[in-house]
């Protein structure tokens, strides 16, 4: 999607901030400096900074200017900011928070679409099941029909907080997708994980459902720290994902 003078400078501002530019607790420089380096107008500049305000990211005031705040007031399931986080790299306690935020939500939430995932729910969460298995098989995307996977569960939920969450948590949970890829026959290996959860779904049974979404989630635990313990670099969302090779 192609942005507009003010999305392009809050993108600006925000990879800046999120990049440690200013420092925690630093100042942003003054609207003509701002003006000047963008070559934007005051009423942009005053725009951006209102939206990055909204994220969590900074503070005004007549008497503290523009502050940038500490980076656990940051809006985390906003997507920008985690965009923004991505661009300036991933860190591994980033990750990590990412897997038990995963685990304290996903199970319960796949418990929920034991109950009630209707013909629709399921037949989408199949057909991304089928994407995951087809890419393994014979080469393609996997992370996306993965991330189409858990999405379709947390949709499948229908509560409207868990769905409005897990649109904030795309982009968390590719990160984890993709770095659980990068094991040798990972995506393989996970089918039959992920197979296990379809199926409790499908049977409408939300005690076997939410442990074998506790199994799949576990399992991507232990290949992550894998990856985060060897000092590999972590992907970034800007760029897209790695394709698997045929099988």
């Not at 000092?231 to 099988?247: G, H, I, Y």
Request: charged share 25%; hydrophobic share 40%.
């Amino acid at each position: 999607m192609i942005k507009n003078v003010h999305g392009n400078t809050v993108d600006y501002l925000g990879e800046a901030i999120v990049a440690g530019r200013f420092g925690s607790g630093g100042s942003l420089p003054a609207e003509p400096l701002l003006c000047e380096e963008l070559g934007v107008s005051r009423t942009v500049i005053r725009e951006s900074i209102k939206s990055l305000v909204a994220k969590g990211l900074i503070q005004t005031g007549p008497k503290v200017g523009t502050r940038v705040l500490p980076s656990d007031q940051w809006n985390w399931f906003d997507p920008d900011v985690i965009a923004w986080q991505s661009k300036s790299g991933l860190t591994p306690s980033f990750v990590r928070d990412l897997q038990e935020l995963r685990r304290v939500v996903e199970p319960a939430a796949v418990k929920l679409a034991a109950e009630r995932a209707t013909e629709t729910d399921i037949a989408d969460i199949e057909d991304a099941f089928t994407g995951m298995k087809r890419a393994v098989e014979g080469g393609g995307d996997y992370v996306k029909y993965d991330l189409r996977f858990h999405q379709g569960l947390l949709r499948a939920s229908h509560n409207r907080m868990l769905v409005q969450m897990s649109k904030a948590l795309s982009a968390l949970l590719r990160t984890s997708f993709e770095i659980s890829t990068i094991k040798k026959d990972g995506p393989r290996l996970s089918l039959p994980l992920h197979r296990a959860v379809i199926d409790a779904v499908i049977a409408q049974n939300g005690a076997r459902a939410e442990r074998a979404c506790l199994v799949l989630i576990d399992g991507a635990h232990e290949d992550i720290e894998l990856v985060l313990n060897s000092r590999r670099m972590l992907p970034r969302l800007n760029r897209p994902a790695p394709m698997l090779k045929t099988a």
